[in-house]
């Protein structure tokens, strides 16, 4: 494994890794308890597992459209415009934005002051993506790392205390495993899968590696081998202090309690540093990935103006529709995931009958 492969694999979970994921490990860990493990495997199956097996199944194809593309040929650009869409500008970039915010409400209050913040926060999404092969330098040199660093210094301090394990709460009492299967699956990485791929293969190429799709499995495997450890970090945190997080409503709540048991006043920062780099990091690579896309299949606008017109819609609705969206799209997603993976299994098909076909 070469130091511009590790790169990728680190800007590929930079892109994963967002305030969704962030929080679903400790809720997790809290609530399950001394069942953590059982609800953790559950967890890693949807939320780590699936989406790097996605990635790598897509691999061959360099892209998830041309991959869908071989089951009818309108279907690729249909399908991928809808996913696009929606874990873009409909639901995800907007929402990064209002996730960043809730952790900074102690500073930010206020009508005029929320607007400052969103248009500040798409503000340094947009100079983070307007260069697209410059994200591997952003995501896996800096922003990656420092993420990975903060999360550190917030869940190895409680390693040490007393453990407070409890029993297993509410439905992870009766059924951990299945529980944190279904908390994975929420998390739709999977669909992000279908996504990542475009900007991962543009910085292959801008690193001039030969390999291309060994080069993008191998990265999948990277980000999912640091998902995978974060989340078992942060979820066994929780659990051996489930005595003290498990009344608290979620994750957020256990982060910011964490953080604050170390280091008081100063966590609330450390917390809200946290978050915002998450989602800076989730909210940059989507802009990036959705701008490239439509630049690719719709050229009518460049790269920089498909970037500027995904910022700004992400912004207004940021700021005015987030709500109504996703009364409706969240509906719209529980149908497409499903979907996604019968489309994987094409995929694998496809690659073995490739394969017989070279070898005959």
């Known amino acids: 494994?070469?130091?511009?492969?590790?790169?990728?694999?680190?800007?590929?979970?930079?892109?994963?890794f967002g305030a969704g994921n962030l929080i679903f490990a400790p809720y997790?860990?809290?609530?399950?308890?001394?069942?953590?493990?059982?609800?953790?495997?559950?967890?890693?199956?949807?939320?780590?597992?699936?989406?790097?097996?996605?990635?790598?199944?897509?691999?061959?194809?360099?892209?998830?459209?041309?991959?869908?593309?071989?089951?009818?040929?309108?279907?690729?650009?249909?399908?991928?415009?809808?996913?696009?869409?929606?874990?873009?500008?409909?639901?995800?970039?907007?929402?990064?934005?209002?996730?960043?915010?809730?952790?900074?409400?102690?500073?930010?209050?206020?009508?005029?002051?929320?607007?400052?913040?969103?248009?500040?926060?798409?503000?340094?999404a947009l100079i983070m993506a307007i260069r697209p092969g410059k994200l591997k330098d952003i995501l896996g040199k800096v922003m990656g790392p420092i993420l990975i660093v903060l999360i550190l210094l917030v869940c190895i301090p409680l390693l040490f205390n007393e453990p407070q394990v409890v029993a297993a709460g509410g439905i992870y009492a009766?059924?951990?495993?299945?529980?944190?299967?279904?908390?994975?699956?929420?998390?739709?990485?999977?669909l992000a899968a279908f996504c990542f791929g475009i900007i991962i293969v543009m910085n292959i190429k801008k690193l001039e590696i030969k390999k291309e799709k060994q080069t993008l499995a191998l990265s999948a495997i990277i980000a999912g081998t640091l998902l995978a450890s974060l989340y078992i970090l942060l979820a066994f945190t929780a659990s051996q202090n489930s005595g003290i997080f498990q009344p608290l409503s979620n994750g957020a709540q256990i982060l910011s309690l964490a953080a604050s048991m170390t280091y008081g006043s100063f966590g609330q920062i450390l917390c809200g540093l946290i978050f915002l780099i998450a989602c800076l990091n989730v909210c940059s690579g989507l802009l990036a990935c959705c701008s490239e896309y439509f630049h690719e299949h719709f050229p009518v606008l460049s790269y920089f103006q498909w970037l500027m017109l995904f910022t700004i819609a992400?912004?207004?609705?940021?700021?005015?529709?987030?709500?109504?969206?996703?009364?409706?799209?969240?509906?719209?997603?529980?149908?497409i995931c499903p979907l996604s993976l019968v489309l994987l299994v094409f995929g694998v098909f496809f690659s073995i009958k490739d394969r017989r076909f070279q070898t005959k």
């Open 1 to 16: 494994m070469t130091k511009k492969t590790l790169l990728l694999g680190i800007t590929l979970f930079s892109m994963f």
């Open 28 to 124: 997790l860990g809290a609530q399950s308890a001394s069942d953590a493990w059982l609800a953790l495997a559950g967890m890693l199956t949807t939320s780590v597992l699936m989406p790097v097996l996605a990635i790598v199944i897509i691999a061959p194809y360099q892209t998830a459209n041309n991959m869908i593309s071989r089951i009818w040929k309108p279907l690729g650009p249909i399908f991928m415009t809808l996913v696009y869409l929606l874990i873009g500008p409909c639901i995800a970039i907007p929402r990064t934005a209002s996730t960043a915010l809730e952790m900074w409400t102690w500073l930010v209050q206020g009508q005029w002051a929320t607007i400052l913040w969103i248009v500040l926060f798409f503000s340094m």
């Open 174 to 190: 009766s059924n951990p495993f299945f529980t944190g299967l279904n908390e994975g699956y929420q998390t739709m990485d999977i």
């Open 314 to 335: 992400g912004a207004i609705t940021a700021c005015t529709g987030l709500d109504s969206i996703l009364s409706w799209s969240g509906t719209l997603l529980s149908y």
